[in-house]
């Protein structure tokens, strides 16, 4: 998988959350998936745990550069503990 980093959204993102772990993140089988309400753009959210088990939540879309898919990270962060009770704890 391919990703796409905005410099603005580069920023926002890893002022929160280090780079390497919200790709880690966005590709493991354990996290959640599912659409988010946005009328600017097809966006996605993305839920689950971190690799060293803290929650995580990523709002990301996917681009289409060159004929490749790309993932597109808007906003990351650390999620808060009750936000996470009813998450699938990672495998």
Request: aromatic content about 14%; glycine content about 4%.
């Amino acid at each position: 998988m391919k990703f796409n980093w905005d410099d603005g959204d580069w920023f926002k993102c890893t002022a929160r959350v280090p780079q390497e772990e919200i790709e880690r993140f966005l590709v493991h089988p354990g996290t959640r998936i599912w659409p988010d309400p946005s009328e600017k753009e097809t966006r996605y959210r993305a839920a689950g745990y971190s690799s060293d088990n803290r929650p995580m939540f990523v709002v990301f879309s996917l681009r289409i550069v060159e004929g490749e898919i790309q993932v597109r990270p808007i906003s990351a962060r650390y999620a808060h503990k009750e936000e996470a009770k009813t998450w699938p704890k990672r495998k």
